[in-house]
């Protein structure tokens, strides 16, 4: 059996003669600064590295090459809006935009909880207030979208009812959301990884300022769908895009165990061609779910991994650069 020692050994080897074409920061400072820092639109979770701080996330970034960060929590605060790093006392959030700006960096979107499925009227209640509360953090920030979720079929509500539930609480979250210029994201995850629902839902929600998350990994795994066959039928809706690899484990929650990127049986490769082939123009993301899953790899290690990988991916499907910001 492969040592963990061995395991990160192998990695770092992999990443010190990478297949793909270097990234820019692995290249001359003065092709750097001739390209101007040009990246391309990759981006990172912050479920990946839950014990990061703030300076830590930012730094990584923009040494390996990300383009964008997408905001699932910072630290022990899942909750965005009560992040010492964001907050408005002291105008510490002012300070933050500053440190993204100064590393050429984006935040993508924000990762809230919120979960449209709820029944109870007060449960609902607090559920489309944490949702408004991330938009108006987006909308502080300058993220152009908000993600949440469906996130189950209720027992014994029926289907047809419990989409026309789901649909009223996006259309009346998009109705907040659109004078901010944000967007608010279904994500493809729980009960919502087919694409006969999640077209449902977005057609009954009928908004501008809703669209859709499109997690790839979930709707391969547990919706049985190719990607090509899903871009096929949501393409239009498709704003934010969530990459990982996986394979299967009996001794996983779930009954899959996230392995690095191009070494699982998610066909992330075709994913990304999909997209690029479709009218797609956001981040492609890496969703590493380091926090709750602390068994698999450091996030030194994947992220690192995934950039190079991906950007691998990206330009073999055509995808540019990003201009420098």
Request: with cysteine; net charge neutral; proline share 6%.
């Amino acid at each position: 059996m492969t040592t963990r020692r061995q395991f990160v050994e192998a990695c770092a080897a992999v990443l010190a003669s990478p297949p793909f074409p270097l990234s820019p920061s692995l290249r001359s400072g003065q092709e750097l600064r001739e390209r101007g820092n040009a990246r391309l639109p990759i981006g990172f979770s912050t479920l990946g590295c839950p014990a990061w701080t703030w300076k830590q996330i930012l730094d990584f970034a923009q040494t390996h090459d990300y383009a964008a960060i997408e905001l699932r929590g910072l630290q022990k605060n899942m909750d965005l809006t009560l992040a010492p790093e964001l907050s408005r006392d002291g105008e510490r959030i002012e300070e933050s935009k500053r440190e993204l700006r100064e590393r050429g960096l984006k935040i993508s979107d924000l990762g809230a909880s919120a979960q449209l499925h709820q029944q109870d009227p007060a449960k609902r209640a607090a559920q489309l207030d944490e949702a408004r509360r991330f938009i108006d953090l987006a909308e502080t920030l300058r993220a152009p979208y908000v993600r949440v979720f469906g996130n189950n079929y209720v027992k014994g509500v029926p289907r047809d009812m419990m989409l026309a539930h789901i649909a009223r609480g996006l259309r009346e979250l998009g109705d907040y959301a659109r004078p901010k210029g944000v967007t608010v994201l279904i994500e493809s995850h729980g009960d919502f990884t087919d694409s006969p629902s999640l077209l449902a839902l977005l057609e009954q929600a009928a908004s501008p300022a809703v669209a859709l998350l499109w997690d790839a990994h979930h709707t391969f795994v547990s919706g049985k769908e190719q990607p090509e066959d899903t871009v096929r039928q949501l393409g239009r809706y498709i704003r934010h895009v969530h990459l990982k690899d996986s394979v299967p484990s009996a001794a996983t929650a779930g009954g899959r165990r996230y392995v690095l990127t191009g070494t699982g049986e998610v066909p992330v490769r075709r994913q990304v061609e999909a997209l690029a082939r479709s009218s797609y123009r956001g981040y492609y993301n890496f969703e590493w779910e380091k926090r709750w899953h602390p068994e698999i790899e450091e996030p030194e290690v994947a992220f690192a991994q995934f950039a190079t990988v991906a950007a691998g991916y990206l330009r073999q499907a055509g995808v540019a650069e990003l201009p420098a910001q």
